[in-house]
């Protein structure tokens, strides 16, 4: 493939322009987030940043970019700040071309940071950033160069579906389909010999978003003694975001329904209950929970989802045998839960270079 940029339109460049800023501030960002209500798509987030401010602080922001003519200013910045509230976002920004001192002021009375006009005129004479970094366009491109990919597994959807659980939560719920997504591009990568950097780049960038999540959810864990942390890291990749007596009281509630209207309820329910704890049992969770409570580990993740992300989107692609000892510890730790043999997996990194 070639090694130089595809040209994008004026929208997406800005966006891509935005993005890298955003980087070098030492943000990790992800650009176009759906935002989907009950199965309905609401929205695109133009960029979704993530910060870790101290060890018990964490910042989401949002970030809505309009490079037109008309940008309509005082609309996306109601638009924005909603968004932020249905999304628990926790700060708001709008990159606009308009350059009015009133769009600002007003910008600033509803707590929206507004990027304008000649803030955005000056990144727009910035060196292009997708001479380093694929844009997201050139990767789901990447995507659809693969004929099979819908067929096999839908690969462009499920990234679109990861993605959109950055704005749902950043929780161990959100962490568990992103560890199931996760392993299917794995596996990818091993059987898929002429997809395996696409591949690999799929697994990179849903690590990334487990790597902000278990951040995220340290802030309310640093305080516990690591036996204890662990423990609840476990507990959380076992039952999910409701925990083991969340899910016992969903469970004891929909078998006691079964009890009360279905034929031999009582047996059915203690047959699914029997095969519930039995499945739970079998996870290999216990892997995750020693891992990521250490703290040496719990103090780079920050750092390891940034690096995780960079390879994802790396123009020159560079497998994982050339990162940090953390990312390659973490990525291992994962394999190991999967049940994936690293020496196989290893294999997957024979990619050749474009």
Known sequence: MSAQSSP????????????SYFLKAGYYVVRGVPFVYERFDVTDIDLWLYSRTSSVSREVTLVDAKNKKT??????IFWVQGLRVAT?????????????????????????????????????????????RLSDEELFARINDYSFSKLDGDWRGRLTLSKSLLARSLSFDSCNQWLDQARFFAEQAIVKGTQRETA?????????????????AMKELSFHEQVERSALIKDGFTYGSRGSAGLKKVLNVAMGLVEQHAKDGQ??????????????AQLNTA?????????????????????????????????????????????FCLLDFWGIDRVMFSEAQAVEQP
């Open 88 to 132: 628990k976002a926790t700060n708001a920004i709008v990159a606009t071309t308009d350059k009015r001192q009133e769009v600002k002021d007003f910008g600033r009375e509803l707590g929206v940071v507004v990027l304008d006009g000649a803030f955005l005129n000056k990144l727009n004479h910035t060196d292009d950033p997708n001479g380093t």
């Open 287 to 331: 892997i995750l929970g020693e891992y990521f409570s250490k703290n040496d580990v719990a103090r780079t993740l920050f750092t390891v989802a940034r690096e995780f992300e960079q390879l994802a989107m790396a123009r020159q692609f560079m497998p994982h045998k050339n990162a940090s000892t953390e990312l390659r510890g973490m990525l």
């Open 71 to 76: 940008p309509q200013a005082i609309e996306h």
């Open 8 to 19: 994008l339109l004026k929208g997406p460049r800005m966006e891509e322009l935005l993005r």
């Open 200 to 216: 690999l780049r799929c697994l990179y960038l849903l690590c990334s978003f487990i790597a902000v999540a278990v951040d995220f």
């Open 267 to 280: 047996t059915i329910s203690r047959q699914v209950k029997t095969s519930v704890e039995k499945q739970l």
